[in-house]
């Protein structure tokens, strides 16, 4: 296939999406739901329209367009896949199939059926990618590895496709920088890149920096707005549990009743809980931010500054925002 025709194959499927029939997209929340339950409804139509805005045809022609994308010869591309967020993996799968490669997919045992579900409407698009696309239980025979984990499997990763040409991402979390003069609207917007998913992906906040003796009544007041994310019964367990932790271990807090703020100097926080630390300078806090970057996917901030993403934009990714700043396009086209 030449690439105008793998681009038109993606363009339809944009089409496709946004024409979703109601009973297509219930059985496909419902589906999705059983194969996860972290995989509610809101959060796989926040997944389908990310989709949507992904492949926005103006947007991925730009996109392909800064590329000197050649006629290849074909390589076989392992994709290991995260299932941590609903379609998490599509993202690489396309790249893949636009180079002209073909890939080889592990699929996450925790997004089965969205996955299987979205191959399926690529194929039926267009058949010829029946044949660049095989979904298999073990990766073996490929050229490159693109596998997407934790710390742990990374290590694991390392090991078994070190030597391939490899794209091998961690663990990862996005921070917010708060002054103090944000505006209730930029408070709740931040809430949605706190609380959407759960906070279970990377470019999820999952921790404040504030200035000393920040006052956190004003956003957490505005942030009651997210309180049904205890609807589903997984957040609650997470939230039960670790709220008895720090009652037990007398680990002071703040309780919205559905979300645990505490101060800490980790990044990553366990779901339920928002971690904060406190800073004295803003140049202070850039030095060593830019010294832990290797730990971020995402800076959300309302200062002024190409590093950072607007409050409430972090799960609204465009094409370009690769995961861990490595360009996949650019890697598949020079193996």
Not at 118 to 131: D, G, L, T, V, Y
Request: some cysteine.
């Amino acid at each position: 296939m030449k690439l105008e025709e793998r681009l038109s194959a993606f363009i339809k499927l944009n089409q496709i999406l946004i024409e979703l029939s109601a009973p297509e997209r219930a059985e496909i929340i419902t589906q999705a739901g059983n194969n996860n339950h972290w995989f509610n409804a809101p959060n796989v139509e926040k997944s389908i329209k990310g989709l949507i805005h992904l492949t926005e045809p103006i947007k991925m022609k730009s996109w392909l367009n800064s590329y000197k994308i050649k006629s290849v010869k074909q390589k076989i591309i392992g994709l290991i896949m995260a299932g941590n967020i609903p379609l998490v993996g599509f993202h690489d799968l396309m790249c893949v199939l636009l180079s002209g490669h073909k890939a080889i997919v592990k699929l996450s045992s925790q997004d089965l059926f969205l996955m299987q579900w979205i191959i399926q409407k690529i194929c039926e698009i267009e058949p010829a990618f029946i044949k660049q696309i095989n979904v298999c239980e073990k990766l073996k025979d490929m050229d490159a590895v693109i596998a997407t984990g934790s710390n742990n499997t990374a290590r694991y990763f390392d090991y078994y496709f070190g030597k391939y040409p490899n794209i091998i991402r961690k663990n990862r979390t996005s921070l917010a920088i708060l002054t103090g003069n944000e505006t209730d609207t930029e408070l709740i917007e931040l809430g949605k890149d706190v609380f959407t998913y759960f906070g279970l992906g990377c470019r999820n906040v999952s921790k404040l920096w504030v200035p000393k003796n920040y006052n956190f009544s004003p956003l957490l007041n505005l942030w009651s707005a997210f309180k049904r994310v205890t609807d589903n019964f997984k957040y609650q367990n997470n939230y039960d549990y670790n709220k008895s932790i720090y009652l037990v271990n007398g680990i002071a807090h703040l309780d919205t009743g559905f979300l645990l703020l505490t101060e800490s100097e980790a990044f990553n926080s366990p779901i339920s809980v928002l971690y904060y630390q406190q800073y004295q300078s803003s140049s202070d806090l850039n030095k060593y931010l830019a010294e832990q970057q290797d730990k971020i996917q995402c800076i959300v901030s309302n200062q002024a500054s190409k590093k950072f993403i607007p409050f409430g934009k972090t799960q609204i990714p465009e094409v370009s925002d690769y995961a861990d700043g490595v360009d996949v396009m650019q890697f598949l086209n020079t193996i």
